[in-house]
């Protein structure tokens, strides 16, 4: 089998190629090799390639701050990807295809744990709006395809949060756990307490990522079974000060957290139903413990070293 992976420079796509089986070929072109911006050079890469299967891993991404900040470029880029990929997909025949979507996809209103049938039923969270938005038209739109064509598999995949190596270390664009872990060891130098935004008492849910890269390559032996929507996650959350105290604990910081309650938070809990997940037989194995030390060893190998 022949597959590509699209956004394989990112967290999800580098830990798909470091965790992909030896029978399977893999196609993992950076930017300047294809332009997924551009339909007709995505049209083209896929005719001369001619990939057995697409998992659509590709996107901007960013934190809280990012988000609110920047919310015309995650709605339009993302779409445009979308689109991109799984219009040019259908149009070369290629058959299955996976797309990854996102927590943020669910309604602020919605009851946890997050059920996929709770999609669209309520407004978005308003700090990733436009994210959610592009994820939901990447969604629907692999759903009217395969709803349309008998053979054609294309499946959407909502993963909980996700860490680990290969994460996004900066101080505007991070997601939770790398911003936690770079916080965390500036104070250890500064002997700065560690500010904590908002009250620290919302709940998230975050798998490491090599855990759910496995997960992905052992869903793709059984493609044709998966619902047209199926989470992957933990089924248990943690606060966001466990999060802190635990980094805290795994890196050695002592020192005092303060919180700042002007900060947003985001959602009040995003924790995902993993009961059709569970008929699969697939599970994450990593404590957050060794996640959390496993993603400051990068840290520290490839990002502050290499500063």
Sequence with gaps: MRVLITGAAGMVGKNLVETCPAEISILTPNKEEL???????????????????????????????????????????????????INSARACDIKNLLNLGSSCMYPITAVNPLKESSILTGPFEPTNEGYAIAKIYAYKLCQYISDSKADFHYKTIIPCNLYGKWDKFDPVKSHLIPAIIMKIDRCLKTKENVVIWGTGEVRREFMYAADFAKIIWKLVNSFSLLPNVMNVGLGHDYSIKDYYFIAAEVLGYKGKFEFDTSKPEGMKQKLVDTSLMKKFGVESTYSLREGIRETYKNYLDYYKNGD
């Excluded at 911006?37 to 901007?60: C, N, Q, R, V, W």
């Excluded at 701050?65 to 993302?78: A, G, K, M, S």
């Design 35 to 85: 332009d997924l911006l551009s339909f007709e050079t995505t049209l083209e890469y896929l005719k001369a390639y001619k990939p057995d299967m697409i998992i659509h891993s590709a996107g901007l991404v960013g934190g809280i701050q990012e988000n609110i900040n920047r919310p015309v470029d995650f709605l339009r880029t993302n779409t445009i990807l979308a689109d991109n990929v």
